[in-house]
Every structure is written in structure tokens, then in C-alpha cells.
């Protein structure tokens, strides 16, 4: 038995991995694994943990496709699409994902502990030069958007901006395109419908874009050292390198602290709730998602201390927890109930891949040139104010900063996502106003 344990992979014996593949892929042969959370969260992360392994192992795939985020992404939704996984355990993936809302869940730990993981001054200096590069991105989106559309198509730049700029720009699905399909209405009196399908075929095909996008900015960065923070800061410092991360290893950290970290780091999540859907649901007419008022109230818990050391450990070695621990069960989530496999098919024409493809390299340049002035680094500016606005929301954030390995970026990206989505929805009143 010892020799048996000495044989690890992923930390653990391989013989364990072996019992508990055969154990997920005969219950479901025979329809004996269960549906209930518990079952789910088992398979899920089985499943999911040896492809993500197999993909950070893959010289190709781990070097230049993303590594096991991203393969686990594209053959679950593949499997899904295929029929390889029966109905019943992707109807259970659904509900996890959506009805109990897992990935919420997950999010909420992600942005709480990024933003408590990052010391103070380094996180007000961030946030204060943010929009710059969040417009930034907006405006090199239009501007490619419109040399693609009027050259290589013949579209009108109105055109171009409401089928194309403004959904895949609009901060997701949910809290982008469906509201923007309402306002859209109101605004010209066209049937919301036709204008969501439109939008939701862009914002699909662009999602899938910005990955791949991610991928490749994470490759000039490894190329070009300078021009990144690696994934662990945003901001450039002057003369010696300043860490971003708060040091907090002079402090002791009990379970306890770690199982109160948990409980404060939901509690934000309900909190912002109550501000988007009570308090203030609203500001200028522009309805606030919940996912900014979590960024906002994790902000506050930051900078004024209010948190003692030791809970703040709790909250970082619970981060670190998540990170880890329930990834591969969420990619793999999100994989089943997220990506659409058949919906990019269909929505992938030659007109709307060259558009997408502008816009987002459009809001790449603008973002990295924006995040220069102000003074981040380019890539990493690219990458969460550029792609993380020209994605799915939230479940794309998570799928962007994986296949760029900056997951640590995250609340720039839930920035990005939720304030900056909120200025499109402003702004497409308008431009439906001029256009449509």
C-alpha cells in the first residue's frame, strides 16, 4: 500500500483517481450515480480535474491553447452538444449551476478574496485610473468595429454599432444584452426579441473569441516580461517592485477564522443584493448589478481596515481554497450549462467572426494603450478591461482570466463586466436614439 501511495498525480495517489473515474463512468452508465448536489459537485470534479490535468500536462495545449481550463470548456460542451452525457446529469448541472446557482457562489469567494488579497494604496491607485481604460477598450471596439463593417460588408456605422458594438461590449447577457434588447424596444419600438437573438449570436461567437484572445495575450507576456504583471497586479511601479498582495504571513490563522472568512465573504454577497434589488436598485435611471455593489462593499472592507488581520488571513487561505478545490467542478459547470456548442455553430457566419474578431481587437489596443497611460501594464489592462467587457459577464470573466492564467485579476474584471457594462447600457439609449 505504501508504494501504491508513493504514485501521485494532482496530489493524489493514482490509484484513488482510478476508483473514482470507473466509479463516476459506470454509475452513469447504468444510471446509478445520483443527481443531488453532492453527486454533482463528486463528478464534476472527477471529471473535470483529469482533464484539467491532462491539459496543464499537454506541451501544445498548456502552452499555447490555454492549458485544462480551456480543454475542459471545450469538450464539455462538446460532450454536451454530442449527447455523451445523459440527459439526466446535465439537467442536474443545470440546476446546480443555475437554479442553486453555484457559480454565483463561486464568483462572490473569487471577488471578495482578490480584493482583500490586494494592499490598500496599491488597490485605490488601481481603481482610480480604471475607467480610462475601460473607455479606452469601448472606443477601439467602435472604431474597428466600423473600418471592418463599412470595408469588407458595406454596413452602415448604425448598424454596426447596434448589432455588434453595443451587445458584445454590453457587460454579458443577463445584465447586458437583455436589458439592451428592452431599451432597444422602447427606444425604436422594434420587437425586443428579434434584436436579442441578433445580439446574443455576436456576444456568443465573441465570448469564444475573447478566450482564445486571452490565451495569446498571455503568450506576448510570457514573450515580453515587461509588458505584464503576471497576473499577480495591474499597476507598474517605479525604481524596486512593490508587491500588490497585502504580506499577512506574521499572522496566525485559525479554522475558525478560515470558516468566519467564508461567512463574511457570503455576507457581501447578500448585502450587494439588497443594494441592487432594494436600496438603491438604480443610479441616474442606469439599474446597478449585484455583482458591483459586491466589488464596491469588498472595496470599502478594504481600505478602511475595518476587518481584523486574522479573518483577513481567513478570507486569503479560503481564496486560495476555491482556487483550487472547486475549479475544475465549476469549469466543468459551466462547460454542461454555459456554453452552447450548437448556438456558437449556428451564430458563426463570416460576417459576424470578422466583426467580432475587430472588436476585440479593437478593444484590446484600446485598453492596453488607455491602462499604459494611467499606468498599468498593457497586457494584463488588456486582458481585464478589454476582453472582460467583451464577454459573457461573469461566467466569461472566470473563463477569460483561466485561459490567461490571471484569475487573480478578478475584480478588475467584475469591473469591467459590471460598471463598464452599465456605461454601454447608457450609452445604447443613445445610439439606439441616433440609429435606430
Not at 214 to 241: H, N, S, Y
Not at 242 to 265: F, K, P, R, V
Not at 365 to 375: E, H, L, P, Q
Amino acid at each position: 500500500m505504501e508504494k501504491l501511495n508513493k504514485v501521485t498525480w494532482m496530489g493524489l495517489p493514482v490509484y484513488l483517481w482510478v476508483i473514482m473515474a470507473v466509479s463516476v463512468f459506470a454509475g452513469m452508465h447504468v444510471g446509478a450515480l445520483g443527481t443531488d448536489f453532492g453527486a454533482t459537485l463528486f463528478w464534476l470534479t472527477v471529471v473535470g480535474g483529469i482533464i484539467m490535468g491532462v491539459g496543464n500536462q499537454l506541451p501544445i495545449i498548456k502552452d499555447y491553447l490555454g492549458g485544462g481550463p480551456l480543454l475542459l470548456l471545450l469538450l464539455g460542451s462538446f460532450a454536451t452538444w454530442s449527447g455523451w452525457i445523459p440527459d439526466k446529469y446535465v439537467e442536474a448541472t443545470n440546476t446546480w449551476m443555475a437554479t442553486i446557482n453555484f457559480q454565483a457562489f463561486y464568483l462572490t469567494l473569487l471577488i471578495v478574496g482578490a480584493v482583500m488579497a490586494i494592499e490598500r494604496k496599491t488597490l485605490l491607485r488601481s481603481l482610480i485610473g480604471y475607467l480610462p481604460c475601460i473607455l479606452g477598450g469601448l472606443a477601439g471596439a467602435a472604431v474597428m468595429a466600423m473600418i471592418a463593417g463599412v470595408l469588407f460588408f458595406g454596413l452602415d456605422i448604425g448598424d454596426i454599432l447596434m448589432t455588434y458594438v453595443m451587445p458584445i461590449m454590453g457587460g454579458g447577457s443577463a445584465a447586458g444584452a437583455l436589458p439592451m434588447s428592452s431599451i432597444y424596444e422602447e427606444v425604436t419600438g422594434k420587437d425586443k426579441d428579434v434584436y436579442y437573438g441578433i445580439a446574443m449570436s455576436a456576444l456568443m461567437v465573441a465570448n469564444i473569441l475573447c478566450i482564445f484572445f486571452a490565451v495569446a495575450l498571455d503568450i506576448i507576456g510570457k514573450k515580453f516580461p515587461k509588458m505584464t504583471g503576471d497576473g499577480t497586479q495591474l499597476m507598474r511601479t517605479k525604481g524596486e517592485q512593490e508587491d500588490a498582495a497585502e504580506d499577512l504571513s506574521g499572522y496566525s490563522c485559525t479554522m475558525q477564522d478560515i470558516g468566519n472568512g467564508l461567512l463574511i465573504m457570503v455576507s457581501c454577497w447578500v448585502f450587494a443584493g439588497l443594494f441592487s434589488k432594494w436600496l438603491l436598485p438604480k443610479i441616474l435611471g442606469v439599474s446597478i448589478h449585484q455583482y458591483a455593489y459586491l466589488v464596491v462593499i469588498a472595496v470599502i472592507m478594504n481600505v478602511t481596515g475595518i476587518l481584523p488581520a486574522a479573518l483577513r488571513k481567513g478570507i486569503s487561505k479560503m481564496y486560495k481554497f476555491i482556487n483550487v478545490g472547486l475549479a475544475p467542478a465549476v469549469f466543468g459547470g459551466m462547460a454542461i450549462s454555459l456554453l452552447d456548442f450548437q448556438s456558437f455553430i449556428d451564430a458563426l457566419s463570416v460576417k459576424t467572426l470578422c466583426i467580432a474578431v475587430f472588436i476585440i481587437i479593437g478593444c484590446i489596443i484600446g485598453s492596453a494603450i488607455a491602462g499604459y497611460f494611467v499606468g498599468y501594464y498593457p497586457v494584463d489592462a488588456a486582458i481585464t478591461g478589454g476582453l472582460c467587457m467583451a464577454n459573457m459577464g461573469g461566467s466569461g470573466d472566470m473563463l477569460i482570466l483561466a485561459a490567461g492564467h490571471r484569475m487573480g485579476l478578478m475584480t478588475y474584471a467584475s469591473i469591467s463586466s459590471r460598471i463598464g457594462g452599465a456605461i454601454v447600457l447608457a450609452i445604447s439609449g443613445v445610439v439606439f436614439g441616433l440609429f435606430g
